[in-house]
Every structure is written in structure tokens, then in C-alpha cells.
């Protein structure tokens, strides 16, 4: 079960760090900045991979009544917008400003919890929502390769998942399967975007792209749309086998290689300034340190089928659920 656990792990880092690369690849080495029409081939490579699974019954998809379809128009039109906001940015940020950025969006959640929804926040999660703010709000004023254009449409990609996650949880428990979720969002994406392909003038734009008929343009964009499925399933599959604290651990350290490697293969100029915001994030490493080896040994302990008694079960479990809340931050 542990051998299975730590497979899937490094496959969802395997799937991040590749679809991010791909990604980036596209948009800034290759400078295909047609949203529409990416994002749009990316969820129609993803729905007809997902329609296939079902069909031959590797996943489960559920028919679901109109009255659950509906409830969950909102939060794919939020989907979309996530989608095609974070495309733009990306295009133009490097990618640890991204991600970086990309964290306001759990601190928003955070925020909106703890003030509309008076739910009880430990001091742990507190202090990381501060200073992933902190670190995301001297970006702007430290970054060398400042493009407003980038800043605006991460403000734009980090409201649009703040606002998905809220509504998500404010619809469980829900009648929709993860995949469920994911199917709708995939139709409602393709059909969306197909029609804003026009009014965008991305429909007309891309005949002028340079590589359109380039065996490496063609390639990529293959490759981004099954791995954009590859992450969705791997991280449905990481949700489902591990543990909220061991999930928060591995989408750090997925977010940690990604952003180091994308220094190394794209061009990107790092200030003194820039790596003291990315300290603010060490800072949660060498905090969130104790608790994670605890939240292993609490897998360890399951996996080997140890008894322990059950004031230190309490222990481990409120450990590895402040490890979860601070994880869910980064």
C-alpha cells in the first residue's frame, strides 16, 4: 500500500512538472498566445480521453439530473475563466512568479472562511496565509521582467480558482463525482471556447503563427493536451489514495521542482528581492518539517499495521491536519 501511495505521488509530480514545462514551452518559446484556442484543444483532448476511460470503464461518470448540471454551470464558467486567465499569464510570467502568485488564490479561501464562514483557523495556517501574501505582493515591485499584462491576468487566473475552490466546497456533499465535475467542465470549456474563438480574433490571428505547419509545434501541442489529462487524473487518483496532509506535501514538493527546473531550461533573471519572497516559502518548508515526518509516520505505522495507543493517535492526527491546512497554502 505504501509502495502504491508513493507511486502515485511521483506520477502527479511526474504530470505537473511535465504539463507546466509543455505549457510553457508553447506559450513562450513558441509564443502561440491564442488562449482560446489552446485551452480549447487542451479540454477537448482532455473530454474525449475521459469519454473514452468511461466507455471502457477505467473511470465511472455518472448521469447525472439537469438540476445538478446546473448547479454546476457557475462554477464551470469560473473553470473556463481559470483556464484562459492563467494561459494568458503564463505566457508572460516566469513560472516561480506564477506559481507564486498562484497562492494568493488558497489565501483568498482562507480569508473567506475564516470571515463569512467564522470556521475556526489555527494560528499554523494564519501565519502561512501572511506570508505567502507577503511573498506575492513584493513580487511586483522586485521583479525584473515586470509585464503588467502577466500581473493582471494572474490577479484575474488567482480570483477565478479562489472563487471555484469556494463554491466547489460550498456544494458538498454533492451528487457529482470529482470526474463528474471534471467531465462538465471539459464540454462546457470546449463549447465556450470554440464560440470566443471568433470574437477574441484568435480564429483568424493563428494563420499567422510562424510554426503552424512545424512537426514541433504540433508535437507540443499533443503533448500538452494528454498531459493536462494525465495531471487532472493523477491528481484525482491523490486525492483519493493519500491523506490531506501527504496530498499538501506532495503538491509542494511538485511545485518546488517545477519551479527550480523552469529557472534552468527557460530564461529567467532572478533578483536578491525575488529569492527573498521565494525564502518566505523555505520558511514554511523548515516550519511544516516536523509536521510532515510525523504524517509519514503516521502511513508508516498504517502500512506495517502497528497498534498505537489512542491519545497518540489524537497526537498524530492533529499534527498531520495542521500540516494539511498549511500545506493547502503553498
Known amino acids: 500500500m505504501c509502495v502504491r501511495r508513493s507511486l502515485v505521488g511521483l506520477t502527479f509530480c511526474t504530470c505537473y512538472l511535465a504539463s507546466y514545462l509543455t505549457n510553457k514551452y508553447v506559450l513562450s518559446v513558441l509564443k502561440f498566445t491564442y488562449p482560446t484556442l489552446f485551452q480549447g484543444w487542451q479540454t477537448l483532448i482532455g473530454g474525449l480521453l475521459l469519454h473514452v476511460s468511461w466507455k471502457l470503464g477505467w473511470v465511472e461518470i455518472n448521469s447525472s439530473s439537469r438540476s445538478h448540471v446546473l448547479a454546476w454551470l457557475p462554477a464551470s464558467v469560473l473553470f473556463v475563466g481559470m483556464i484562459y486567465a492563467g494561459s494568458r499569464a503564463l505566457s508572460r510570467l516566469a513560472i516561480p512568479v506564477f506559481l507564486t502568485l498562484c497562492n494568493v488564490a488558497e489565501v483568498i479561501i482562507c480569508g473567506y472562511q475564516k470571515c463569512f464562514q467564522k470556521e475556526n483557523t489555527s494560528p499554523a495556517k494564519i501565519c502561512s496565509a501572511l506570508f505567502l501574501l507577503a511573498a506575492a505582493g513584493c513580487l511586483p515591485f522586485n521583479d525584473s521582467q515586470f509585464d503588467p499584462d502577466g500581473y493582471f491576468w494572474a490577479v484575474i487566473h488567482l480570483f477565478c480558482v479562489g472563487a471555484y475552490k469556494i463554491l466547489r466546497k460550498s456544494q458538498k456533499p454533492s451528487a ?84 527550480g527546473l523552469s529557472i534552468l531550461l527557460f530564461e529567467a533573471i532572478l ?60
Open 176 to 259: 457529482l463525482s470529482d470526474i463528474d465535475q471534471q467531465y462538465l467542465n471539459y464540454i462546457f470549456s470546449v463549447v465556450l471556447l470554440a464560440f470566443a474563438s471568433h470574437p477574441t480574433g484568435d480564429l483568424f490571428s493563428v494563420l499567422d503563427f510562424p510554426f503552424l505547419y512545424f512537426y514541433r509545434f504540433h508535437g507540443s501541442c499533443c503533448a500538452s493536451g494528454f498531459l493536462g489529462f494525465f495531471l487532472m487524473f493523477s491528481t484525482v487518483k491523490l486525492k483519493s489514495y493519500l491523506a490531506p496532509a501527504q496530498c499538501a506535501a506532495w503538491i509542494f514538493f511538485a511545485k518546488i521542482i517545477t519551479a
Open 271 to 330: 533578483t536578491s528581492a525575488t529569492m527573498g519572497c521565494w525564502s518566505k516559502l523555505a520558511l514554511l518548508v523548515s516550519s511544516a518539517h516536523t509536521l510532515t515526518r510525523k504524517a509519514r509516520r503516521i502511513a508508516a505505522h498504517r502500512c506495517h499495521g502497528e497498534e498505537r495507543s489512542l491519545g497518540s493517535v489524537s497526537e498524530l492526527g492533529r499534527q498531520g491536519q495542521n500540516l494539511s491546512q498549511i500545506g493547502s497554502l503553498v
